[in-house]
Nanobody
Framework: QVQLVESGGGLVQPGGSLRLSCTAS????????MGWYRQAPGKQRELVAT???????NYADSAKGRFTISRDNAKNTVYLQMNSLKPEDTAVYSC??????????????WGQGTQVTVSS
């Protein structure tokens, strides 16, 4: 099983930047698709950005042009660089690792989350 630990959240003013990190356990980080999701109070968890094992990225419309997802396989770490932050970005940000087994079973692993608060 994969264990994920996020860090880098905090309080930032509108227009500011934060860089979130997610470090995974295990020796097979490269085979996982990775993603960042967020959940604000009273709302469902939503996708922010994903990066496949092959390095292809995908972003929510709200994140395009402001956020960048990347991964460092040597460090078993995925990052989310967040620029031009808005109050609407306030949420708990969670890291996700996913893969499909040889029998077709989809597996998802989640970190505990890190709080991002954007407020003046």
């Amino acid at each position: 099983q994969v264990q994920l630990v996020e860090s880098g959240g905090g309080l930032v003013q509108p227009g500011g930047s934060l860089r979130l990190s997610c470090t995974a356990s295990g020796s097979f980080f490269t085979i996982y698709d990775m993603g960042w999701y967020r959940q604000a109070p009273g709302k469902q968890r939503e996708l922010v950005a994903t990066i496949t094992s092959g390095g292809d990225t995908n972003y929510a419309d709200s994140a395009k042009g402001r956020f960048t997802i990347s991964r460092d396989n040597a460090k078993n770490t995925v990052y989310l660089q967040m620029n031009s932050l808005k109050p609407e970005d306030t949420a708990v940000y969670s890291c996700n690792a996913s893969r499909t087994t040889g029998l077709g079973k989809k597996l998802n692993y989640w970190g505990q989350g890190t709080q991002v608060t954007v407020s003046s």
